[in-house]
């Protein structure tokens, strides 16, 4: 299928919003103590800012994974060394759980505790910590701050885009997180890339053929984890031809119409929400020996 896939890298679609963000970042990055860089567990690589660093500067950074209850752990735990190797400091959380931010607050301090101690021996009180909250759309943001926040502070929602502006949350009083829009960029580098960023929703559904996210989806569980795909979608392998496969889910999940027939859209739409809602678990798409 790849070969016949349009090319994904000349697609013009980059939303004003996103160029908007960013310029705001830049204006407030002097504020910002720390900044949360949050990227997808299952997508480690395709969900990663490639520009974030021309406008978060030189900033202290944590590398949050979330949703690490639905990643393939072995895999993108390979993806969490690679950063540390270069540098980062990278977070695991499962946003699911109550005390899943307690790591992140920790690891605040501790890296901000040498910049309070700068302060202090120049007779400046250390105001409160100031983080940024960025990264891709659907991405788990909102959830992050709502977590800190021990209520429902930011609408969340499984569309991309919902938050639209940057907007300051006090969380106590050693701590305000500066939430920002979901952010892309203009041209994706692989057709890998964009395929993964529509298999997990972080770029709207009308960006790509909806049929090419479906097969790409079914041939990665394919070829990574066919036992998924068989308990799933009662299916061994995807077929030369797709209807025939497209046949074969409809008929397992009852995608039909009147007459036995079988509702491709409907099957779209169920192998798109089993990404989207974590039906399907255990997943890594992005793999460290293709890209690195």
């Not at 030189?58 to 994974?65: D, E, G, T, V, Y």
């Not at 991405?139 to 709502?146: A, M, P, R």
């Not at 995807?238 to 995608?255: A, F, N, P, S, Y």
Request: proline content about 4%.
């Amino acid at each position: 299928m790849e070969n016949n896939r349009q090319n994904t890298t000349n697609i013009n679609w980059y939303p004003g919003h996103m160029a908007k963000t960013k310029r705001l970042i830049k204006e407030k990055i002097e504020f910002i103590d720390i900044v949360y860089e949050v990227i997808d567990a299952r997508i480690p690589y395709s969900s990663k800012i490639i520009d974030i660093d021309t406008y978060i500067k030189n900033k202290p950074r944590i590398l949050i994974f979330t949703k690490m209850d639905l990643c393939d752990y072995n895999e993108s735990k390979k993806w969490m060394d690679y950063y540390s190797k270069k540098g980062y400091t990278v977070l695991g959380v499962n946003l699911n759980q109550p005390n899943s931010v307690k790591p992140i607050l920790e690891k605040t301090i501790e890296i901000l505790k040498s910049e309070k101690l700068k302060r202090e021996q120049k007779g400046i009180q250390m105001k409160k910590a100031r983080a940024l909250v960025v990264g891709i759309p659907n991405v788990g943001k909102s959830t992050l701050i709502n977590r800190f926040v021990g209520k429902r502070a930011v609408t969340v929602g499984n569309k991309p885009g919902v938050t639209k502006n940057l907007d300051w949350i006090r969380i106590n009083d050693s701590l305000e997180l500066l939430d920002s829009p979901g952010i892309l960029w203009p041209k994706f580098e692989s057709s890998t890339v964009a395929f993964n960023l529509a298999s997990l929703t972080a770029i709207k559904g009308e960006i790509l053929p909806l049929d090419e996210v479906v097969i790409y989806i079914l041939e990665m569980l394919e070829k990574y984890y066919p036992e998924i795909l068989k308990q799933r979608y009662g299916i061994e392998k995807v077929q030369e031809d797709v209807v025939e496969t497209l046949e074969l889910i409809g008929k397992k999940r009852g995608c039909l119409i009147r007459g036995g027939e079988v509702d491709y859209d409907k099957v779209y739409a169920v192998v798109l929400n089993d990404m989207k809602d974590g039906s399907i678990k255990g997943i890594t798409f992005d793999r460290i020996e293709k890209n690195h």
